[in-house]
């Protein structure tokens, strides 16, 4: 098992939409539709923002309604719509893997210029 | 509501067990069939999935780490544990527990997170 590729940086600036890229393999991410998206602010735990490629988790925050989530083949993607300074962080990717494993994305540092 | 606490030594000599405790309050680890999983992060970089486990003791393991780790479940102390042997320099890492929100088997996100522990291999 191998992890995920993202690309180490993204960026935009306020009000933008980014799409961030999440590239697997047949074996995860294009296998199965359990992909799931993180973010991570410096110093903190992760916190899900969408699980089985597009859905926001009960109870999650509002501002996690501007991010979307797609995939096609053995790419997934995450889209945050009009950035704002909070959007700042850390996002990580996930997939199934089969036989009861997960496995992660690298991540991608999004800067809100 | 449900708060994840790791917590254990923060400094682990090279080629000894690492050891580490989630204790779980807010819910109970024996009352549902939620898997509880370990996930670390090294300094800097990317998560990495460890193992899970739900009440009756069933385990999934990561097969690169299989070898080195146990994970168990403690239901009387409502806490899981993590156990790694033969620690080196790469172990070296902030130690997360986690857990999903899907209460009917095994299920590859996590929704709570504890705050995590950073752990020192050195």
Redesign the interface.
Known sequence: ?S?LTQPPAASGSPGQSVTISCIGTSSDVGGFS?V?W?QQYPG?????IL??VDKW??GVPDRFFRFSGSKSGNTASLTVHGLQAEDEATY?C???AG?????????TKLTVL | QLRLQESGPGLVKPSETLSLTCTVSGASISSTSHYWGWIRQPPGKGLEWIASINYSGTTFYNPSLRSRVTISIDTSANQLSLKLTSATAADTAVYYCARPDYSSGWYPSFDYWGQGTLVTVS
């Not at chain 1, 903190?44 to 899900?48: F, G, W």
């Not at chain 1, 036989?99 to 991540?107: D, L, P, Q, R």
């Open positions: 098992q992890a359990f799931s993180y903190k735990a992760p916190q899900l699980y089985e988790p009960s990580y996930s997939s199934y036989s009861n494993t997960v496995i992660f994305g690298g991540g």
